[in-house]
């Protein structure tokens, strides 16, 4: 099965019998139910999170045997109450799920979950008890904290048979593993109590190995005791421990694992993106408002470069892609004319028509006119701004041409730097112009990326904390969700200076953190008398600065790792890693370890981008750089300004 199913669309396929079903939900609101107040509880990296299930159900196996057990586990999107309902109350003969997997934030009274517009609704014990009432699920599954209270209520009042749930915090990677194991046994054919059982035994012996051999028989005992009294708060069962969802297989079973993150097709470039974007919750909130009304077919998202419009673009279509048939990503950076082609051939590959089959293009666009008139699509179209005037005409007639009122198509626009007539006067209201992070965003981007290689943490020095801003600066961590007792105050405090020095700018943040990486002698101090130091009159002109000088700090460092960022100036929409392989490989006699080690190098430094799995390319900001300081002949770019 390779079809990305919605959690209705599942069960009523054939093959849907033939697994132990399993209903995904990962809510990650965006905002809290009030105004622009963060949601409570900490944001999940809900596709970290989907990536780490989806990759522990598939490597899941028979130990005797080798196969594959048949578990189908379909995500929730949007995890909604609605939607949450409709999907455990299919209605006709057709298939139910039988479990349902929660990993999220809970509280005595309730779950969160989220509203259609990506804000937080916490559904009470009563909304529970409706929602899994008759639905005919086995077992519920709640990974997460204090839900003792649910679990009685769904097994008394809602009649689920059986349910696992945790009676204080837990250790959310525990819990992780601990259900996966769960599953596998489950779909073998063992009890809910026996499977729970041997999970836990599964996850003492994998412990082993990481005791310390030289330590005594007793200590040895009492790490086992601890860590089973850490396993048994993880999950215990409230209901009957008998329950059997599958009857024991006897024989091989052919159907292997079957995930489905429940989006519509789509190609989105996220890449890194999804883990790394903090911040524009309301923003985030207000798209997807207007897309919901479909009152225009445009909206439009403005701002300076490295501001971040291509990123809010592309969350807000991930976050939105359940309203669509698909979802159809065209950039047009660096290019005079809109690529026509490229766009055609998306939408007969996401929707099976022939555009691309017709004579000429103005009978290719009024197909493309019909079509999005009749299906709902949502079009993002990057980095319009390098179009000529003319092309600009063009596609906002284009737009105007669909009827939206039948449809519901749309499309989300980038421009720099604020307006491009006439497409930002189609848009109308539906515009966003944006400005740089909050105090709170920036933080927790910086502590992000930072994170994300924790040896820089031993860059970020602390420095003494007034007795003033102290207040501030707890407000500022608890508003980014960072636990500053963890990491310290004075460190909260620096990477605060940090990102003012930055001017709070994603891109500048972005190539701050890559000067860290990549410069063994910079420190915080360093990095800040840097951005103190950049030239420019616009804050554009200062992150231009900043590249160069990043481009040139990589070149000392290694000049291989500027040919190869140099080398993507080729191409258009990116470069696969076999590509880059290839030109490489023709122009070099390293070997592949190397290669690896210089794409390493460039990621690091911030000035290559990963866009998609195995795929990369430059920020508009990087491309313009190096367009304008180099020349492209047959065979390498020479840099105008210094030889690299």
Known sequence: MEKNYFANEFLITPQAEKYLRILVVIPSPILGSVDDEPPSGSPLDLWGEWRLIRHGIEATKDEVTGDSYPIAMIRLNPPTLERFYDSLHPGGSFSQYQVVHFAGHGFSGGLQL????????????????????????????????????????????????????????????????????????????????????????????????????????????????????????????????????????????????????????????????????????????????????????????????????????????????????????????????????????????????????????????ASAIRLLSFRRVLLVLDNLESLRQEEHDLLTEFLRSIDLTRSGTMALVTLRPTEKQPLTDLAGTYRIRLSSLDEPSALLYLFKRISTNGALWTKVTERPVKNDERIKLIQLAKKAWINYHAISLGRIA????????????????????????????????????????????????????????????????????????????VFRGGASEDSLMFLYAKDSSKNGSEFERIIELAVGSSLLDVIGSGKYDLHPLVRQYLSRNYLLTKTIMVPKIWTG
Request: charged share 25%; hydrophobic share 40%; aromatic share 6%.
């Open 114 to 365: 989220e509203k259609e517009n990506g804000k937080e609704y916490i559904a009470q014990i009563g909304d529970l008890v409706r929602v899994f009432g008759n639905s005919g699920v086995r077992l519920a599954v709640l990974n997460a904290c204090e839900t003792i209270n649910i679990a009685y209520a769904l097994h008394d009042r809602a009649g689920v048979p059986s349910i696992l749930c945790s009676l204080c915090s837990i250790d959310d990677e525990d819990a992780k593993r601990l259900a996966l194991r769960v599953y596998a046994r489950l779909a073998r054919g063992d009890t809910v109590g026996d499977a729970l059982h041997e999970a836990k035994q599964f996850l003492l012996k994998d412990l082993l190995p990481k005791i310390e051999l030289n330590i005594s028989e007793a200590e040895l005992e009492k790490q086992r005791v601890e860590y089973q009294q850490q396993l048994d708060r993880v999950f215990t069962i409230v209901g009957n421990p008998n329950v059997r969802i599958l009857g024991p297989r006897l024989e091989k079973v052919e159907e292997k694992p079957f995930c489905s993150f429940s989006e519509p097709p789509h190609d989105l470039p996220v890449g890194e993106l999804l883990g790394q974007f903090v911040g524009r919750g309301s923003h985030l909130v207000q798209i997807s408002e207007w897309l919901s009304q479909a009152n225009n077919i445009c909206v439009a998202i403005t701002g300076i470069g490295g501001i971040g419009k291509s990123a809010l673009a592309l969350i807000a279509a991930v976050r939105n892609c359940w309203r669509y048939d698909a979802v159809l990503y065209v950039t047009a950076k660096d290019q005079t004319d809109f690529p026509w082609n490229l766009f055609f051939s998306l939408l007969d590959s996401f929707l099976g028509t022939n555009v691309s089959g017709q004579k000429d293009q103005g009978l290719q666009k």
């Open 494 to 569: 620096s990477l605060v200076d940090l990102a003012n020095s930055a001017y709070c700018h994603p891109e500048l943040l972005k190539l701050t953190v890559g000067n860290l990486l990549i410069n063994p002698r910079f420190d915080l101090s360093a990095v800040s008398e840097r951005l103190e130091r950049l030239e420019g009159h616009t804050l554009e002109e200062k992150v231009e600065d900043m590249i160069g000088k990043m481009v040139k700090d990589l070149n000392a460092i290694k000049a291989e790792a500027v040919k190869l960022i140099r080398m993507i100036l």
